[in-house]
């Protein structure tokens, strides 16, 4: 089986983990640190917060852009859950933007009208968190107009995206947001096995962030209420979390980040060679906007007829010729727990739209073109 994604792991990364585990510290120590700096120097932000993995970079960040309990948070539906529950981790309201047919990220114009009517009936939301769907940026630069505008916090979910960039700026940087969250899971652009990072320009959401990862509990005396009691002391401040990172997934994780831009190269190289070798057949891949450079964590086709090869037969042909086809994402609003909270079918006809015909083909930076003339070869067969 040709798998949708997978890690590559090379003898430099093996020896960063047996590194860490012989070293002092396989927890708490200066692997992490160092992990933090790299990605920051890569992406072009001020500070860089690891945490154990991507859903809780999404709720140390919420918790640190202060969303409570009754304020509103939209997001993508096409996106994975976490992206949404990270509201619902602190008792926020979860709404939905309709994406746009041919990017497939968060439609700025759906956005636009929705504020307008929000900003109206008094239902502006608070954090609006627009996910780089497949690798590629959202528009920043009307999401970052439209947040000067109506004063919400925007926290880019960029678990596909790490290696990007728009307009310029590496995705990360938060040139256009306050927060960005990443995932190291192991179909991402770079992997810890399980990881996440929060970066940030902001000083004072970096505490917050660390504070947050770390049960709320502080040493840090500026941060306390009451005068130190000796070197043993410290005081919870907040309701955290343990959401470390250890150095062990810390050390893969450096090691990793030295080979991300040939992972990004080769993975828009194969994009490149799927969109020229699937030209022709009735199918659609994503747009990619001129000022966006896609990490390219996904290569999604969509069925270009609804009706006919159904998507169901399509993904069971691929995956009987050996082909780990998947397909990202089923429409968040429509799970049973979003259901359950009064979403349903038509809400985003978009989005639903693009769920009936889309299928995920293999992209890794391991698969080879042979792999690939093998995936485009089932394809062909698989269309009939
Ligand atoms: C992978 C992913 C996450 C969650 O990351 P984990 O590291 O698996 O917790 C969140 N959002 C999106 C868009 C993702 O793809």
Same mark, same amino acid.
């Given at each position: 089986?040709?798998?949708?994604?997978? =890690?590559?792991?090379?003898?430099?990364?093996?020896?960063?983990?047996?590194?860490? #585990?012989?070293?002092?510290?396989?927890? =708490?120590?200066?692997?992490?640190?160092?992990?933090?700096? @790299?990605?920051?120097?890569?992406?072009?932000?001020?500070?860089?917060?690891?945490?154990?993995?991507?859903?809780?970079?999404?709720?140390?960040?919420?918790?640190?852009?202060?969303?409570?309990?009754?304020?509103?948070?939209?997001?993508?539906?096409?996106?994975?859950?976490?992206?949404?529950?990270?509201?619902?981790?602190?008792?926020? +309201?979860?709404?939905?933007?309709?994406?746009?047919?041919?990017?497939?990220?968060?439609?700025?114009?759906?956005?636009?009208?929705?504020?307008?009517?929000?900003?109206?009936?008094?239902?502006?939301?608070?954090?609006?968190?627009?996910?780089?769907?497949?690798? =590629?940026?959202?528009?920043? +630069?009307?999401?970052?107009?439209?947040?000067?505008?109506?004063?919400? @916090?925007?926290?880019?979910?960029?678990?596909?995206?790490?290696?990007?960039?728009?307009?310029?700026?590496?995705?990360?940087?938060?040139?256009?947001? /306050?927060?960005?969250?990443?995932?190291?899971?192991?179909?991402?652009?770079?992997?810890?096995?399980?990881?996440?990072?929060?970066?940030?320009?902001?000083?004072?959401?970096?505490?917050?962030?660390?504070?947050?990862?770390?049960?709320?509990?502080?040493?840090?005396?500026?941060?306390?209420?009451?005068?130190?009691?000796?070197? /043993?002391?410290?005081?919870?401040?907040?309701?955290?979390?343990?959401?470390?990172?250890?150095?062990?997934?810390?050390?893969?994780?450096?090691?990793?980040?030295?080979?991300?831009?040939? *992972?990004?190269?080769?993975?828009?190289?194969?994009?490149?060679?799927?969109?020229?070798?699937?030209?022709?057949?009735?199918?659609?891949?994503?747009?990619?906007?001129?000022?966006?450079?896609?990490?390219?964590?996904?290569?999604?086709?969509? #069925?270009?007829?609804?009706?006919?090869?159904?998507?169901?037969?399509? *993904?069971?042909?691929?995956?009987?010729?050996?082909?780990?086809?998947?397909?990202?994402?089923?429409?968040?609003?429509?799970?049973?727990?979003?259901?359950?909270?009064?979403?349903?079918?038509?809400?985003?006809?978009?989005?639903?739209?693009?769920?009936?015909?889309?299928? @995920?083909?293999?992209?890794?930076?391991?698969?080879?073109?042979?792999?690939?003339?093998?995936?485009?070869?089932?394809?062909?067969?698989?269309?009939?």
């Amino acid at each position: 089986m040709i798998p949708y994604g997978r =890690q590559s792991i090379d003898d430099d990364d093996i020896a960063a983990v047996v590194e860490a #585990l012989r070293s002092d510290f396989i927890t =708490q120590g200066p692997a992490i640190e160092e992990f933090e700096r @790299t990605v920051a120097e890569y992406c072009g932000v001020k500070h860089a917060v690891a945490v154990s993995n991507g859903t809780a970079a999404l709720h140390v960040a919420v918790l640190a852009a202060g969303l409570r309990a009754g304020e509103r948070l939209w997001t993508s539906p096409i996106t994975f859950v976490a992206s949404a529950n990270c509201a619902r981790y602190v008792g926020a +309201d979860v709404d939905f933007v309709d994406i746009d047919p041919d990017t497939l990220n968060l439609d700025p114009v759906a956005l636009a009208e929705k504020l307008e009517r929000a900003a109206a009936e008094g239902t502006l939301p608070k954090v609006v968190i627009p996910v780089h769907f497949g690798g =590629q940026s959202c528009d920043m +630069d009307r999401i970052s107009e439209l947040a000067e505008r109506y004063g919400f @916090t925007v926290i880019e979910d960029a678990s596909h995206a790490i290696g990007g960039s728009w307009n310029g700026d590496k995705v990360g940087s938060c040139a256009r947001s /306050w927060m960005t969250t990443f995932s190291f899971h192991p179909v991402k652009i770079v992997t810890t096995a399980e990881g996440g990072m929060v970066t940030t320009n902001d000083e004072d959401i970096a505490e917050r962030l660390k504070l947050f990862r770390t049960h709320g509990v502080t040493r840090d005396t500026s941060l306390m209420r009451n005068p130190s009691e000796g070197g /043993w002391y410290y005081e919870q401040v907040e309701l955290g979390y343990n959401y470390r990172l250890t150095d062990i997934q810390a050390a893969l994780g450096t090691s990793q980040m030295r080979r991300i831009d040939g *992972f990004v190269e080769r993975r828009n190289e194969l994009a490149a060679r799927y969109a020229e070798l699937l030209s022709g057949l009735p199918l659609d891949v994503q747009q990619v906007l001129p000022a966006a450079h896609s990490a390219y964590h996904l290569f999604v086709v969509r #069925l270009r007829d609804e009706s006919a090869a159904s998507r169901r037969e399509f *993904f069971d042909r691929l995956r009987e010729a050996g082909i780990g086809a998947n397909v990202h994402y089923i429409p968040v609003h429509l799970q049973p727990y979003y259901r359950d909270l009064g979403f349903g079918p038509g809400d985003f006809p978009v989005a639903e739209a693009y769920y009936r015909r889309a299928v @995920t083909l293999p992209l890794y930076p391991a698969m080879t073109d042979a792999d690939q003339d093998a995936v485009v070869a089932a394809v062909r067969g698989a269309l009939g």
